[in-house]
C-alpha cells in the first residue's frame, strides 16, 4: 500500500480558515489580535519568514506591525522597544525573529518579552508551562505544527512509540514534552535519540512513529524503520544538485524515496511540516487575544 503522503499545505490551509473564522467573530465583538514582529539586520532568511508573517496576519484579519531596525542598533534599544510592545495592549504578540547579530544577547532578549505576549513559545516560563501541561502556555511554533499534522492526518500518538531523532531546544525538547502529555493528541510513549546514542538504528526500528529533526540531509534511511511507521521530516536542508533550479534543492532528514516504500504516512520536504509553523504562530496570536481579553465567544 503506498504512503499516506501528509500534506502540510493543506492541513495549514484549513487551520487558517478555522482562525480566519474565529478573528471574524472576536473582531464583531469588538477584539482585534495583534502582532509585532521585530526584525534586526538583513538576514536574506529571515526577510522572507518576516514577510510571510505579515502576509499571514493580513490573511487572516490580525493586526501586524513590523519593525525593521538596523544590524548595528544596539542592544539596550531593541530592550526598550520591547519594553514599549510589552505595555500596548494593541499588540497580543511580539516576535523578535532570531537570529540576531552578535553583539546582541538572544537570551536577555528572549527574558525581556513578556511571558503571556511570547507567541513563540521560546520564554522560559512558557517552557516551563509546557513540560507541566498548563492549558495557558503557547506551545512553540514547529513542534505544535507536528502534533497538529499528527492529530488531522489521522495519526493519533496515543499509545505509540515516538522516537524523537533530535535534542534542540526548537523541535526536539518541545516536541517530546508535547506528545508526553496526558492530553488528546498527546499520551505517547516517547524515546529521545540525538548524535551520542549508541545503536541508534535499534530505537528508530522499534518505533510507531518518528519526528526527524537532526539537521542532517537524508538520514533516516529505509532500512532503519519498520513497516507501517509514521514520519515526520522537520528537516530543512539544502544540497547541491546541478539539475535544479540554482544549483541546489530542499531534502529533509529523512531518504524520502527509500523510507515511503515502508511508511503507512510522511511528510514531504518541502510541503511537509514547513508550512505548519508560521500558521501555529497565527494560532498562538489568537489564543493570546483569548486570553488577554477573557474572550469566551
Given amino acids: 500500500m503506498a504512503a499516506q503522503i501528509i500534506s502540510g499545505n493543506e492541513v495549514a490551509k484549513s487551520i487558517r480558515a478555522e482562525l480566519k473564522d474565529e478573528v471574524s467573530r472576536m473582531k464583531a465583538g469588538g477584539i482585534t489580535p495583534g502582532l509585532v514582529v521585530i526584525i534586526v539586520g538583513e538576514d536574506a532568511a529571515s526577510q522572507v519568514y518576516v514577510r510571510k508573517k505579515g502576509e499571514a496576519c493580513q490573511e487572516l484579519g490580525i493586526n501586524s506591525e513590523t519593525i525593521r531596525l538596523p544590524a548595528d542598533t544596539k542592544e539596550a534599544e531593541l530592550l526598550a522597544l520591547i519594553d514599549k510592545y510589552n505595555a500596548d495592549e494593541k499588540f497580543d504578540g511580539i516576535l523578535v525573529q532570531l537570529p540576531l547579530p552578535k553583539h546582541i544577547s538572544e537570551e536577555k532578549v528572549l527574558l525581556r518579552i513578556d511571558p503571556g505576549k511570547d507567541v ?146 510522511i511528510t514531504p520536504v518541502p510541503g511537509g511540516v514547513g508550512p505548519m509553523t508560521i500558521t501555529m504562530l497565527m494560532k498562538n496570536t489568537v489564543k493570546a487575544a483569548k486570553i488577554h481579553h477573557d474572550w469566551k465567544g
Fill in 120 to 265: 513563540d513559545g521560546f520564554h522560559p516560563v512558557n517552557v516551563g508551562k509546557m513540560v507541566i501541561g498548563a492549558a495557558d502556555c503557547y506551545l512553540p511554533c514547529t513542534p505544535h505544527g507536528v502534533q497538529e499534522l499528527l492529530m488531522r492526518s489521522g495519526n493519533d500518538p496515543k499509545g505509540k512509540h515516538v522516537v524523537v531523532l533530535g535534542r534542540s531546544n526548537i523541535v526536539g525538547k518541545p516536541i517530546t514534552n508535547i506528545l508526553l502529555q496526558k492530553a488528546p493528541g498527546a499520551d505517547a510513549t516517547v524515546t529521545i535519540c540525538h548524535s551520542r546514542t549508541k545503536d541508534l538504528k535499534e530505537f528508530t526500528l522499534r518505533a510507531d512513529i518518528i519526528v526527524a529533526a537532526m539537521g542532517v540531509p537524508n538520514f533516516l534511511k529505509g532500512d532503519m524503520v519498520k513497516d507501517g511507521v509514521v514520519i515526520m521530516d522537520v528537516g530543512v536542508n539544502r544540497i547541491s544538485d546541478p539539475t535544479a533550479k540554482g544549483g541546489c534543492r530542499l531534502v529533509g532528514d529523512v531518504d524520502f524515496e527509500s523510507v515511503k516504500e515502508k511508511a503507512k504516512a
